[in-house]
């Protein structure tokens, strides 16, 4: 053991440590000492182990003597039993010196980091505070801060430099330490408590590795094989291992202040991690901005992420060796992401507004191409073409310069697609293409232009033949005076007036054209003067065929259907037209002879127009037939098929002077009748309008001004009718009329006055108290209110305001009703004149106020609001427990006690009782209050 093992003999390899190329990460360091006390492990267990049982082997002699000297087996297995224990306990001990010198190693290769730091205190420490405290990020965390901070605080994160002959200067850091992004915070990986916890647990393997060595007595005896005796380690538990965990723990804690201080470096880059960027960025594009604007932001950004790429990417501490190759990374594409958002805003504005460009220019080509069928379209084409050259052509070129400061841009920052590159190409390329296109549209439009001029003269030779023969065709009625063929003139006038309504037209379209053309419009005074020779043949035979039907329908058709007055107007018309005619044509002889005799026809039909009037008139009824027969001495009464003519051939005539004394008999009776049914349709379609009272359940009459004044106006209409000598015929109609009218006011008016007591008591007998203390108005109330509501209920259901007139006995009811509510209020009255003269103060109380508060004798306090009116200068009564009456007090807050206590209950409802109570004890209580004060005073 000390020749072989005690110096050489190590669980961890300290040079192993030391010499690593690279520093450890967890698992490298794990993997590292896990591999070398497993090695050193193999050696106790193989070597070592081995040869202590050859040293047993080759002296049995040592362990023979145990059993020699005569002792017994047990005495002899009990010696060899403690010579082996003793054994362990000295293999025990030298492996113990092996694990504690491995831990002293171990805690060596992190002491060592401990001496770097050594100068850590005093002015080495007020050195750090200082640049720690000069890492400052602005509130905001802009990319615009000033790195120099953070950089002096980076350089003194590793601490002083140690002296040049320290082993320090020569160790490289222990560990490596990625710094990452986790969502919106930067974090070390491995952490310090996941670091500590690697150490300790690769100091814990150390021990159990070893822990499982078997004592030699296993090797030396095959019955020993496989039990459980092992050689005693050090356990995880004593205290030079935990005082060795806490050194490490404490050089551990000791090396993260360099680099959280160094991270802090990072502060001013938060930003990019949480929305603050995103925010900035999305404020920014919701507003217009110029392209500087633009590159000042991007070229802010782009400067951040080529600052975080310029930082290293690994940083040697002391213990620890910063890896912030994948922060820097992360940070900084984070950067550019912001700053190709803005670029990718950019793109896609350019993509838009070029599009808009082209689809414009497009647009003119399209529509400058066109091939107008029309000189309206020709003219309109050629005015759009000289207006895009000036006009939307001079914009879309101030558009595209616009549009090549923008390409500009987008060279410098983005990356384009083939889309985008063609797009470009294209919306740069139509200020070239564009003007051969107008130039093309032109030439085409000069040519329409000259083909228009030469069919418009055509066009207007044309027309001018036309209207020579339209005036030829008008000359041709000159000789046209035959009434049979009247039919075939029409004929020809309708045709004629079509053409004149083309002829029309066509000047319209002729000037038009002319317009457009810039040519002066042509006049057509021919058609004017063929319009207005034509307009005397086309009332001469227009008003001839019309006559001729018109005769035959007089004379001929249902004599039912006509009507006096219209056939009169038109006899004027028709006569007054050809009268006029007949001066008209004095030297053309033959439509002059057609306008005489049609003329002379309506002369002679002119002469029945009286017995028309008569015999027409739409007031005769069957009785006036009667009478009228009665005067010819014959039945004239007409039927379906009777005509005028028939009429004419029973010499009625001479009888005329009688058929008017009964046609304007009939007049007269007919006016009545008429209005006597006009009344009857107002009403037909009037209801009442009832709304819901409150909370009853039942309903009001509401809105009868208008009924009241049209039934006013009806009754008294009727009235005079009924004393008319004309109403004899239908007189028993118009007095049931009036009796309807004259009920309906009596109900109305009955109506209107049940309901207004109804309201006035209804909310008084609602109250419980108030039934209690009037039980026979209470009872007639009762009645009164069941009526209201049942007849309520049938009117909303039907509520035609004629319709109540046919309701059984609803006037009785009404006024029976009227009735009982008279008695109620006399009753009321009587109650309240009693109450006023048991407590005279109630005479100041108008019956509502009065009936206010004897509707509520359970509740004291409603007598509050009417004390002022009842006692002057008592504004309110102070109330116990909102039952018993203790004080008073005025307006101006002046309380005084009562002497007793009033007590309002047992007066069974009776507020005049009580408050009665009231008014001796306000009288006596000041003068106690008076008198007490006095006393205690002398």
């Known amino acids: 053991w000390e020749t072989q093992y005690r110096n050489e003999l190590r669980l961890v390899d300290l040079a192993e440590l030391r010499a690593a190329a690279e520093p450890f990460d967890v698992g490298s360091f794990e993997t590292t000492v896990q591999r070398q006390y497993r090695r050193a492990t193999a050696t106790l267990t193989g070597e070592w182990m081995d040869a202590c049982a050859e ?88 990319p615009a801060a000033d790195p120099s901070t953070a950089d002096a605080a980076a350089s ?95 050089i551990l804690n000791k090396s993260m202040s360099g680099p959280q201080r160094y991270i802090a470096r990072y502060d001013k880059y938060k930003f990019l991690l949480t929305n603050k960027a995103e925010k900035r960025i999305t404020d920014f594009l919701k507003s217009d901005h110029s392209l500087e604007d633009f590159t000042a932001e991007i070229e802010t950004f782009h400067g951040v992420s080529e600052e975080l790429m310029s930082l290293p990417d690994t940083v040697p501490l002391v213990l620890i060796s910063l890896d912030c190759a994948s922060l820097n990374r992360c940070l900084s594409e ?30 003119i080509g399209t529509r400058a191409m066109e091939q107008p069928q029309t000189t309206e379209e020709m003219v309109k084409l050629v005015n759009f073409v000289n207006r895009v050259k000036t006009d939307q052509v001079v914009a879309l070129q101030g558009e595209i310069a616009k549009a090549r400061h923008r390409l500009e841009f987008l060279l410098r920052f983005a990356t384009l697609n083939d889309d985008d590159i063609k797009l470009n190409s294209a919306t740069f390329t139509w200020p070239q293409r564009i003007g051969p296109i107008f130039e093309l549209s032109i030439r085409r439009m000069n040519s329409k232009r000259v083909k228009a001029q030469d069919e418009l003269r055509e066009r207007t030779e044309a027309f001018a033949l036309d209207l020579a023969g339209y005036s030829e065709e008008v000359a041709g009625f000159r000789d046209k005076g035959t009434l049979s063929e009247m039919v075939e003139y029409m004929d020809d006038l309708e045709g004629l007036d079509l053409k004149l309504e083309g002829a ?127 005067v010819v001495g014959l039945d004239i009464r007409p039927n379906d098929d009777s005509s005028l003519n028939m009429m004419l051939e029973m010499n009625l005539a001479q009888h005329l002077d009688r058929f008017e004394e009964v046609s304007q008999a009939a007049s007269k009776e007919f006016s009545l009748e008429a209005a006597l049914h006009k009344m009857q349709a107002e009403w037909e379609g009037l209801d009442f309008v009832f709304v819901p009272y409150r909370e009853t359940g039942t309903h009001i009459l509401s809105g009868v001004d208008d009924a009241q004044t049209m039934l006013d106006d009806h009754i008294v209409k009727t009235q005079t009718m009924r004393g008319s000598p004309f109403v004899k015929p239908f007189e028993g109609e ?106 005279p103060r109630f005479f100041f109380l108008s019956n509502d106020e009065m009936l206010e508060i004897l509707s509520e004798t359970k509740d004291p306090t409603r007598v509050q609001p009417h004390l002022k009116k009842c006692f002057d200068g008592i504004a309110r009564l102070d109330f116990r427990n909102g039952t018993d009456i203790v004080g008073m007090q005025s307006g101006e807050g002046e309380a005084v006690p009562f002497v007793k206590a009033i007590y309002p209950h047992p007066s069974n409802g009776a507020a005049e009782k009580w408050l009665l109570q009231c008014a001796e004890t306000m009288r006596d209580s000041p003068r106690h209050v008076t008198s007490h004060r006095s006393n205690a005073s002398a």
């Open 504 to 630: 029309a037209q066509e000047i319209e379209a002729i000037n038009a054209e002319e317009e457009l053309l810039g040519w002066e419009k042509t006049v057509f005074g021919q058609l004017a003067e063929i319009t207005a020779a034509k307009e005397p043949y086309d009332r001469l035979w227009r008003t001839s065929a019309q006559f001729q039907n018109c005769y035959n329908t007089w004379m001929h058709g249902s004599f039912l259907e006509l009507d006096p007055e219209a056939v009169e107007a038109d006899v004027g018309n028709m006569w007054r037209a050809m009268y006029k005619l007949t001066k008209t044509f004095t030297d053309q002889i033959g439509p002059r002879r057609v306008a005489e005799a049609v003329k002379t026809k309506l002369d002679k039909f002119k002469v029945h127009l009286p017995l028309i009037q008569v015999l027409c008139n739409p007031g005769i009824r069957p009785r006036h037939w009667e009478q009228m027969s009665d």
């Open 55 to 142: 040293i047993f082997l080759s002296r049995e002699d040592w362990y023979s003597m145990l059993m020699a000297g005569g002792v017994d087996a047990d005495t002899g297995y009990a010696r060899m039993d403690s010579f082996f224990k003793s054994v362990a306990a000295l293999m025990s001990n030298q492996l113990r010196s092996v694990i504690q010198a491995s831990l002293q190693d171990l805690l060596s290769f992190f002491e060592i980091f401990d001496e770097k730091q050594y100068q850590r205190g005093g002015a080495a420490k007020k050195g750090a505070a200082a640049s720690a405290s000069a890492i400052t990020v602005n509130g905001e965390g802009d």
């Open 734 to 839: 118009v007095r049931s009329w009036e009796s309807k009218l004259i009920l309906l006011q009596d109900i109305l008016d009955a109506w209107l006055g049940v309901q207004a007591t109804w309201l006035y008591l209804e909310p008084i007998f609602s109250s419980e108290d108030i039934m209690a203390q009037m039980p026979e108005e209470g009872r007639k109330f009762g009645i009164v209110d069941r009526t209201w509501r049942d007849a309520m209920a049938v009117c909303v259901a039907a509520p035609s305001a004629l319709g109540v007139t046919a309701m059984p006995n609803m006037l009785d009811r009404l006024q029976e009703s009227n009735l009982l509510l008279e008695q109620i209020q006399k009753g009321l009255n009587s109650y309240l004149e009693k109450k006023r003269l048991y407590f």
């Open 156 to 250: 003194t994160a590793a601490g002083p430099t140690p002296p040049q002959d320290s082993p320090a200067m020569f160790v490289k850091p222990g560990f490596v330490v990625r710094v990452t992004v986790e969502g919106n915070r930067i974090h070390f990986e491995p952490s310090f408590p996941q670091l500590e916890q690697c150490i300790s647990e690769s100091i814990n393997g150390i021990l159990a590795a070893v822990a499982g060595i078997p004592r030699v007595e296993t090797r030396l005896f095959a019955s020993l094989e496989g039990k459980a005796l092992h050689l005693k380690g050090v356990a995880e538990g004593e205290s030079e291992v935990l005082v060795l965990k806490q050194r490490i723990r404490k």
């Open 334 to 363: 984070r950067a550019l992401e912001l700053a190709n958002r803005l670029v990718t805003s950019v793109v896609n504005n350019n993509r838009k507004l070029n599009r808009s460009i082209c689809e414009r220019y497009d647009q």
